[in-house]
């Protein structure tokens, strides 16, 4: 998500709106991203019912065996309909902006 961050003016001049959502608590939120100085809103889902709504669960997908979201960016248009939905079973691999950013 840093590098989203980093390019967060491109997006803007684009007219897009970067959403991040997080398995993690509100406060492992406040206290470890925030920090790092996001201006996109952070959703804290610890109980995965946004990414269960959106089908994104790995079960058993965390390296200690927990379930964790797949990585995914999923674009909406103005009207609320998605567009694309870009999905990994590699929590590691995130699309870069660039990548993103061609797609817009």
Do not use: C
Request: charged share 25%; glycine share 10%.
């Amino acid at each position: 998500m840093q590098g989203l961050q980093t390019e967060i003016s491109k997006f803007d001049d684009k007219g897009a709106v970067l959403i991040g959502i997080s398995t993690s608590t509100a406060g492992e939120v406040k206290d470890k991203m925030l920090p790092k100085g996001f201006t996109f809103p952070l959703l804290a889902d610890p109980e995965l019912k946004v990414i269960d709504a959106f089908g994104l669960r790995h079960v058993a997908g965390y390296p200690t065996g927990g379930d964790v979201s797949r990585p995914a960016v999923i674009i909406v248009d103005e009207k609320g309909n998605i567009q694309e939905k870009l999905l990994t079973d590699n929590w590691r691999v995130r699309p870069t902006a660039e990548e993103l950013l061609s797609r817009l």
